[in-house]
C-alpha cells in the first residue's frame, strides 16, 4: 500500500484528525442544544400535563391506571372543572400577588425574600422553609364548591414525597391523596402508590370537632364506630419512618402554617352563603 508522504496532503495527520474531531463535537453540540431547545416547550407541556392527572387522581376524578375519565372525558377536559387559585398561607386569603399559571411554590420554598423559616417544633414535616404563597384547586359545581385539592410535601425516610390532597365539599373529609414523587422503597414506604392503600384516605376526617387536623396512621385500628376511627388510616407495615412523614406531611399542610387559614375561611363563607339561602 503506498503510503502518503506530503504533510499536506496525508488525510490520516494529526492536524486533519483533529479538525475532524472537534467538527463533529461541534456539530453533536449544535444538533443536543437545537434539540434541548426544541423540546422544552414540550416537555414543559407533558410536565404540567402530568401535574393535571395528578391533582385529578387525588380528587378521585382519574383512574391511576388511565388518562380518560367517566364519559371519555380527557385530562385537559375534567381539569377545566377547577379553578386555580393563589393563597397567602398566612392569611388564608386570596392574592394576586403570584401569576398562577408560572408560579412554583417548592421553588419559592427555597428563596428567602417569599419563604417563611419554620423553627424545629413548627416544621413536623421537615421542610426547613415554607412558601408565603401556594396554590389551590378548587371544583365547583351548581351547589358550590365540589372539591379541593392542595399541594403537600415532606420527608419520609430517604427524602421528601411530593403530593396533593383533596378534600371534599365539606372541607374535612378527604377526598384522596396521592404521590407524585418520592425516594420510599418499594415494597416498604413504596407502597404510598399502592391503590388499596390510597384508597384508605377516602371518607377520613382531616379536622377533629375543634378544627384541629387529626389524621393517625395506626398499626392498630380503633373500633369502627369509636369517634378516633374517624381520623385513622392503616400505618404501612415495615416503614414506620415513611408512616410517620406521611402522617405529619398532612397535617403540618392541613394546619396553621399550612392551609388551615384557608380552609376556615371558605367554610365561613359556605356557611353564610347557606344561611343566606335559607334566609
Ligand atoms: C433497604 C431498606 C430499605 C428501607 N426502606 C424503608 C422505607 O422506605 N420506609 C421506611 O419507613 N422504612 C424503610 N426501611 C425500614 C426501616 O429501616 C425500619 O426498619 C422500619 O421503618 C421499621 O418499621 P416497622 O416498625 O413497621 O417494622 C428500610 C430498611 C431497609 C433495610
Redesign the pocket.
Known amino acids: 500500500m503506498a503510503e502518503e508522504t506530503g504533510s499536506g496532503s496525508n488525510k490520516d495527520g494529526l492536524r486533519n484528525t483533529f479538525s475532524v474531531a472537534v467538527f463533529l463535537c461541534l456539530v453533536c453540540s449544535i444538533v443536543v442544544s437545537g434539540l434541548a431547545v426544541l423540546l422544552k416547550p414540550m416537555q414543559l407541556l407533558n410536565k404540567e400535563l402530568d401535574q393535571k392527572k395528578n391533582i385529578l387522581r387525588a380528587a378521585g376524578l382519574l383512574a391511576a391506571d388511565s388518562d380518560i375519565g367517566s364519559g371519555g372525558r380527557t385530562v385537559e377536559e375534567m381539569f377545566a372543572d377547577f379553578t386555580v387559585r393563589a393563597v397567602d398561607l398566612d392569611t388564608g386569603e386570596y392574592t394576586d400577588a403570584v401569576n398562577v399559571d408560572a408560579y412554583d411554590p417548592i421553588r419559592a420554598a427555597s428563596d428567602s425574600a417569599v419563604s417563611t423559616d419554620l423553627s424545629a417544633e413548627e416544621d413536623i414535616a421537615t421542610l426547613g422553609r415554607r412558601e408565603n404563597v401556594s396554590l389551590v384547586f378548587i371544583k365547583t359545581n351548581d351547589t358550590g364548591i365540589d372539591k379541593v385539592v392542595i399541594p403537600v410535601r415532606g420527608f419520609?425516610?430517604?427524602g421528601t414525597l411530593y403530593g396533593y390532597l383533596a378534600l371534599e365539599s365539606d372541607l374535612s373529609t378527604i377526598a384522596g391523596l396521592g404521590f407524585y414523587q418520592h425516594k420510599?422503597?418499594p415494597g416498604?414506604?413504596?407502597e404510598v402508590d399502592n391503590p388499596k392503600w390510597k384508597q384508605g384516605w377516602q371518607g377520613v376526617q382531616l379536622y377533629d370537632d375543634v378544627g384541629q387536623p387529626a389524621v393517625d396512621l395506626v398499626k392498630l385500628r380503633s373500633p369502627a364506630n369509636s369517634n378516633a376511627a374517624r381520623f385513622e388510616v392503616d400505618?404501612?407495615?415495615?416503614?414506620?419512618?415513611?408512616?410517620r412523614g406521611v402522617k405529619n406531611l398532612v397535617n403540618f399542610w392541613a394546619g396553621d402554617l399550612g392551609f388551615r387559614p384557608f380552609i376556615e375561611k371558605l367554610k365561613t363563607q359556605q356557611m353564610q352563603a347557606s344561611v343566606g339561602e335559607h334566609r
Open positions: 419520609g425516610l430517604w420510599e422503597t416498604l414506604g413504596g400505618a404501612l407495615s415495615g416503614a414506620t419512618f415513611t408512616t
